[in-house]
């Protein structure tokens, strides 16, 4: 019997394991998405993507391919600079760009560029060659500009692999800085936004949300999945690009923000339940199937609603006993 499948499996899950945390910024690289919706719930860890091991793997394989793109130009004499030279744009909007080519390029050899590497599959190829990188890939083309503008460059240098073929397709740019200041000043206004944004569509079918990650969300549940702090009622963004806790007076640390604590209370615009005062300030009260359920330190854990809402409106004894004698929790 062929081992394959299982090193196949064991692979995929070592990568499902060690999985990355969400980006803790509003990267530059989704400004140009259409849905601000979205663009709120990533930012806030309301909807994180969860990616199988295969497709974790092909992730990495688009990052390794940039230190070979980068070895080659340097090979035909292009002088590359600042991989990973991070822009900063303040309240929360930030990324890092490929390279600089200081010169050499052929193109343009004595002209500097922002570099922008990305890989394609066959078909998303075709599209760039046919249409170019603004009309094919608008997200990657904001995304240039955007880092043209902070890094003060009038040129990007966009450079494309086809993974099927080890095509390259390659694009010169031009600096639109009323489009870049446009949509730098739209993620900081999203990232910066209390509520919650209005959907791209209110129908389940539209194109851009019927594979959307927060499909199941906006058209089905309205619940979120994640307890966090930036799923809570009392975490706020900061000017300054920190997360406030007004519970506890004190900027989050960005390890903590991950795990939240037992005061966290679902942000009244991620739950699909009427919102009630609670005892203070630090709790809430939402009517789930009817019933008042409180939500905070000392009702219902922010994780228990998430898990079973049904059984927080309506505990059954042993619920009871399990959470108020032995300090159970649902999950």
Not at 124 to 150: D, I
Not at 183 to 206: C, F, K
Request: with cysteine.
């Amino acid at each position: 019997m062929s081992l394959l499948p299982t090193t196949i499996n064991l692979i995929n899950k070592h990568h499902e394991d060690v999985r990355e945390m969400p980006r803790p910024h509003m990267g530059c690289s989704m400004l140009g998405h259409k849905c601000e919706r979205w663009l709120w719930l990533s930012f806030r860890w309301a909807v994180i993507p969860k990616f199988d091991g295969r497709m974790l793997r092909l992730f990495r394989r688009g990052h390794e391919e940039e230190k070979f793109v980068i070895r080659d130009l340097r090979s035909i004499g292009v002088d590359v600079h600042g991989t990973q030279t991070r822009v900063d744009f303040g309240k929360h909007v930030s990324g890092s760009l490929d390279g600089i080519i200081m010169s050499g390029l052929p193109e343009s050899p004595n002209k500097k560029h922002m570099l922008e590497i990305k890989t394609h599959s066959d078909k998303s190829f075709n599209e760039l060659e046919k249409n170019g990188v603004e009309k094919a890939k608008p997200l990657h083309w904001v995304q240039m500009q955007v880092y043209m503008l902070g890094t003060k460059l009038e040129r990007a240098f966009y450079y494309a692999i086809n993974k099927n073929d080890d095509r390259i397709y390659t694009e010169r740019v031009k600096l639109d800085k009323k489009v870049a200041e446009h949509y730098i000043e739209r993620g900081q206004r999203i990232a910066m936004q209390e509520g919650l944004p209005h959907p791209l569509s209110t129908d389940p079918s539209w194109y851009d949300c019927k594979w959307c990650d927060a499909h199941s969300f906006c058209h089905k549940t309205k619940m979120i999945k994640e307890s966090n702090c930036r799923t809570c009622a009392h975490s706020t963004p900061m000017e300054d690009s920190t997360w406030k806790c007004t519970r506890y007076d004190a900027t989050i640390p960005l390890d903590a923000q991950h795990q939240g604590c037992d005061a966290h209370v679902l942000h009244p615009g991620l739950v699909p339940y009427e919102f009630k005062p609670g005892r203070d300030e630090w709790h809430a009260i939402y009517i789930i199937n009817g019933k008042d359920v409180e939500n905070g330190e000392h009702g219902f854990k922010s994780s228990e609603i998430i898990a079973n809402p049904a059984e927080c409106a309506e505990p059954c004894e042993m619920t009871k006993t399990l959470r108020d004698e032995m300090g159970g929790r649902l999950v």
